[in-house]
């Protein structure tokens, strides 16, 4: 069993800024990508950032110079520094983490999602 643990949630007023992490642990081979999602009431849930396992990034428009991904590989841990935030970067942010086990089967795995509200 693989286990993601989100932390680095709250509430923060609009410039602010705030740091999620998410660390997998459990039966995991390799992890060739981790990323962060959001989902705002009513909206779908949305790609904000990505990293693959050789660092490449890639970020929604609406974050690019805002937030930036990063990932300890010798940890299993992704992290995502949000700053200047917004009100309409308020959402549930969901971790992503696409892995195979030691008999090389793939997985996509989701957190539980961690709540950023960004309000004055």
Do not use: H
Not at 28 to 45: D, E, L, V
């Amino acid at each position: 069993q693989v286990q993601l643990v989100e932390s680095g949630g709250g509430l923060v007023q609009p410039g602010g800024s705030l740091k999620l992490s998410c660390a997998a642990s459990g039966s995991i081979f390799n992890i060739y990508a981790m990323g962060w999602y959001r989902q705002a009431p009513g909206k779908q849930r949305e790609l904000v950032a990505g990293i693959t396992s050789s660092g490449r990034t890639n970020y929604a428009d609406s974050v690019k110079g805002r937030f930036t991904i990063s990932r300890d590989n010798a940890k299993n841990t992704v992290y995502l520094q949000m700053n200047s935030l917004k009100p309409e970067d308020t959402a549930v942010y969901y971790c992503n983490v696409k892995y195979r086990d030691y008999v090389y089967r793939l997985y996509d795995l989701w957190g539980q999602g961690t709540q950023v509200t960004v309000s004055s």
